[in-house]
């Protein structure tokens, strides 16, 4: 519900909140929307020196200044505070006043500096979490932290700031911010020692002139209302272009033009999805670290080599370091010079963010990175690593870090173009949100602890809405089983980039054997491949579920991966993850938990054992279709251990739940991302707990800033469960409706299906077809689901579909998809060495093992053929599969360790 509303309210009109960006016909902007620092005369409060502003009901701004001039001016991290006035009331008594909101009560006494003796808020107990009384200085041990810059060097680096604001890396603090969100219940922001930026936040203009500035954020465990509030006062998360939530490349690697063509064939011989191109130092001229200008060597004509790769579909990005600053050996030093009144003798130009402000940052976005812009780049990884206090900043909260992210990020919007800018970049602090997409930097070893890591780091930079994370993934050529882990991580992360860092050549080549890192996909064994192409399939197929989620990330600022305690913010297991990797799971969307393998195999059995929290209600395991259930009166949920083989991820989708996705054609993966969508599948978790559901497809051009004024469109899918049927419908509406494809396909896939007696679209019947043309049914018997596609529609049409089932056939089989898979792979192992019980042996004496791995296709015959036999074979299963079981005990290979791993196949699912 909360989904339907939150995206039928961004698809019927504009922005509510700041007025909307200038722009185009309205002048240059310097952020994503009008925001405005300065506060409602109505919401402030003053007591002597002290100043209040009641932001919200859950959050308050208090200042404090001898000379009552306190700050109007936007800073880094907080640039919007004219928001709607809360209701409040304030009571006064000599030097004291209280303020009373309708969840926090505000006591200031006295004259003097904020202190643990004179300022004192509290909140009562309620469904948003317990009491609190409040003082500063009270520790907040309950902060469920932030991020940090980068981990560049760093293992599973501790997040509590009071450790990580002493540690500096290259000259530059790890910028560690606390969480907005504490299971303490609330949480204290100090901007005091933050950097002021001029009118409309285009430019440093000096520290904050409070001696004391906080901000509190007293949301109890309202974690969702807290980053809503957050970002409603440090600025939205932008809709990232809908490209660059699919599959990225890049590897430090002197490639040249006919090598960059070669990677782009050989991701699209193999069918592996690819987006974005990202050439790292080796695209620029070799004069200096950093360099704005082309290596003609490598690319002599780039417009051509950028042309190609637009031609595929693919976007393109480019690897800048700013420190160097401007070297007479740069393709647009004249012109840079002219722009600045530097006379063209001199031999660089240094980099400088405040002297020339802003005439050296905008001359260099407009003349020397626009022109590699013009050959066809789209966007720039900022990978700034040369210190805190370059350019003329001091460091800390005024650094190059989140000055060079906000640049590049708002560059269209001051050129008044209708583009969306987006940097790869570390993090610079509060208010870096405003400027996605987050890098997390180069990690210190490419080792089993580190990757465990990755995954608690990503959702706790959610803490401060930095939802974008992005992290090298990388293997190594002699742990295969490393690579794919980390790929899979990759492919159910915020972002999924490919990128050697450089220890993919040089000497780890002559090293014996070779201790080189991989970045390529394919170079690895066959099994390895399989399961790269098979996630990142996956992950490409996911498009329109995390573009939704993206839309939702604008409106309320939580990432599209967070953590469990959102959902569940009463269960002591929802706060379990911690950076060894321990329950190291989280929401990617609002409907699937993940909980990534970081950790090897058995060797024998070939299974890596997952323990996973389930939170209580009703769960299906999407590798197995085993359904879990727990109660829902209970904050306990269940903790369950479950093996889970190379090519398999911990996914559970929420027992009812509809996830959207886009059919993938073989041979046709480059550029997917950002095609719009002609067909759409609906992947239906049937159960029977569930009566009703829905979901949503969130659209627009997914390039452009139209989506600030509401220029998008929303596809509805609902459904109603009878006890013998299902009814569903399928309408899209919104401002863009007309630009969409104006004729889709559509496929409805109920997962753990029921068999099917009849189907119907619009009160048609819908005949059985093997092969699903449209217009038609059949069953997926390996997949255990019924998949329903529709003929191809108007976009504008209001569809509706209808299955009638016959009843229990299933029962509590959930398992059956998961006995089917596993039963293939176990003949495959029993085949290589011909130990298969009855390979040559009549019918009547064995074969149990084979007749159960061929079943999940024989159903998917009977469905349409011979339903009667179809039940009788499902029925059969469990106990088809236990036989099969006990004739490999009765009957095992030669090799232990192959009857180890077939025979845990089976028992693992029974």
Not at 209 to 226: C, E, K, S, T, V
Not at 335 to 363: F, H, Q, R
Not at 556 to 580: C, E, H, K, Q, W
Not at 813 to 829: D, I, P, Q, S
Request: glycine residues 8%.
């Amino acid at each position: 519900l909360l989904l339907l509303l939150l995206l039928g309210a961004l698809c019927l009109h504009a922005d509510a909140g700041p007025a909307p960006r200038r722009g185009p016909h309205n002048g240059p902007a310097f952020e994503l929307l009008n925001y405005n620092p300065v506060a409602a005369s109505g919401a402030i409060v003053t007591q002597g020196p002290a100043r209040f502003t009641v932001l919200t009901n859950n959050l308050i701004r208090m200042e404090y200044d001898p000379n009552q001039k306190w700050e109007d001016r936007p800073t880094v991290a907080f640039v919007n505070r004219h928001l709607n006035i809360p209701q409040f009331r304030t009571t006064r008594a000599g030097s004291s006043v209280s303020i009373q909101t309708s969840t926090l009560t505000l006591s200031y006494k006295g004259n003097d500096p904020f202190s643990a003796s004179n300022l004192v808020i509290s909140r009562e107990a309620s469904a948003a979490g317990p009491s609190f009384t409040w003082n500063l200085g009270l520790g907040n041990d309950g902060n469920l932290l932030g991020t940090i810059r980068s981990l560049d060097g760093l293992d599973n680096q501790d997040l509590n700031c009071t450790i990580a604001n002493n540690i500096t890396y290259n000259g530059e603090s790890l910028h560690c911010e606390w969480g907005i969100i504490s299971r303490d219940g609330w949480s204290l922001v100090n901007d005091s020692a933050n950097y002021a930026l001029t009118q409309g936040a285009e430019w440093w203009d000096g520290p904050n002139a409070n001696m004391q500035d906080f901000y509190f954020f007293g949301h109890g465990r309202d974690y969702f209302l807290a980053m809503s509030d957050f970002v409603s006062v440090s600025g939205r998360v932008p809709l990232i272009p809908r490209y660059a939530l699919g599959i990225w490349w890049t590897r430090w690697y002197d490639y040249a033009n006919i090598d960059v063509r070669k990677i782009i064939n050989d991701y699209q011989s193999r069918s592996i999805p690819l987006d974005i191109v990202v050439l790292d130092m080796n695209w620029h001229i070799k004069n200096n670290w950093g360099a704005y200008s082309w290596d003609r060597r490598l690319f002599p004509y780039p417009e051509v080599t950028m042309g190609w790769l637009q031609h595929q579909g693919l976007h393109v990005g480019v690897n800048i370091h700013d420190a160097n600053g401007i070297g007479n050996y740069e393709d647009e030093f004249n012109a840079m010079c002219a722009a600045l009144n530097v006379s063209n003798t001199t031999t660089a130009i240094p980099l400088d963010l405040t002297t020339y402000s802003p005439n050296y940052m905008y001359a260099l976005e407009d003349i020397v990175l626009k022109a590699v812009m013009d050959a066809g780049v789209d966007f720039w990884w900022t990978d700034w690593q040369q210190g805190g206090d370059k350019g003329g900043c001091t460091g800390e909260k005024q650094n190059p870090t989140v000055w060079t992210n906000k640049l590049r990020c708002t560059d269209s919007l001051r050129r008044e173009e209708n583009r969306r800018d987006f940097t790869l970049a570390r993090y610079g602090g509060l208010g870096n949100q405003r400027y996605p997409v987050g890098f997390s930097g180069d990690v210190k070893v490419v080792g089993w602890q580190d990757l465990a890591y990755q995954p608690y780091f990503s959702l706790t930079a959610a803490n401060v809405a930095y939802g974008y994370v992005s992290h090298d993934i990388v293997g190594l050529d002699q742990n295969p089983e490393l690579f794919t882990r980390w790929v899979q991580w990759g492919a159910v992360s915020g972002i999924m980039r490919s990128h050697d860092r450089g220890g993919s050549a040089g000497k780890c080549n002559d090293d014996s054997p070779p201790t080189c890192y991989n970045v390529l996909l394919w170079e690895v064994p066959t099994a390895n491949f399989e399961a790269h192409r098979d996630i990142l399939q996956f992950r490409a197929s996911l498009i329109p579920y995390l573009y939704t989620q993206a839309s939702l990330t604008y409106q309320t600022g939580v990432g599209i991966l967070f953590g469990m305690y959102f959902n569940y913010p009463n269960s002591d297991m929802a706060y379990a993850a911690d950076r060894f990797g321990n329950f190291g799971q989280y929401f990617l969307g609002h409907d699937l938990i993940v909980s990534p393998v970081t950790a090897p195999a058995d060797e024998d059995s070939q299974q890596a054992m997952k323990k996973i929290w389930l939170p209580p209600g009703n769960w299906i395991d999407i590798v197995s279709g085993i359904e879990y259930s727990s109660s829902e009166s209970s904050n306990d949920g269940q903790i369950i251990t479950l093996p889970y083989l190379l090519d398999e991820v911990p996914i559970f989708a929420r027992a009812g739940c509809i996830i959207p996705r886009v059919p993938l054609v073989m041979g046709d993966m480059l550029g997917v991302a950002q095609r719009a969508y002609t067909a759409l599948q609906f992947d239906l978790y049937y159960s029977t707990s569930v009566q009703s559901g829905g979901s949503v497809v969130y659209e627009d051009d997914g390039l452009s800033l139209d989506y600030l004024a509401g220029i998008s469109a929303i596809t509805t899918i609902e459904y109603v469960m009878n006890p013998n049927s299902i009814f569903g419908k399928i309408r899209t509406d919104g401002q863009y409706v007309s630009k969409l494809p104006q004729q889709r396909t559509y496929t409805v896939r109920i997962v753990n299906s029921e068999l099917p007696s009849s189907v119907s679209f619009d009160d048609q019947p819908l005949h059985y077809d093997p092969y699903g043309a449209p217009g038609t049914w059949r069953y997926d018997g390996p997949e255990m689901s019924l998949v329903i596609t529709l003929p191809p529609v108007s976009v504008s049409d209001v569809i509706s579909f209808q299955a009638v089932f016959v009843n229990d056939v299933l029962g509590n089989a959930t398992n059956v998809r998961g006995l089917l898979k596993r039963a293939v792979l176990a003949k495959h192992a029993r085949d290589d060495d011909r130990s298969n019980y009855g390979e040559s042996t009549a019918a009547a004496d064995g074969g149990r093992l084979q007749t159960l791995a061929s079943t999940g296709d024989a159903l998917s015959h009977l469905a349409g053929v011979d339903q009667n036999a179809f039940i009788a074979t499902v029925r059969n299963i469990p106990t088809l599969a236990a036989e099969a079981l006990d004739e490999m005990r009765a009957h095992p290979s030669p090799n232990s360790r192959r009857n180890v791993y077939a025979e845990q196949l089976l028992a693992a699912v029974l």
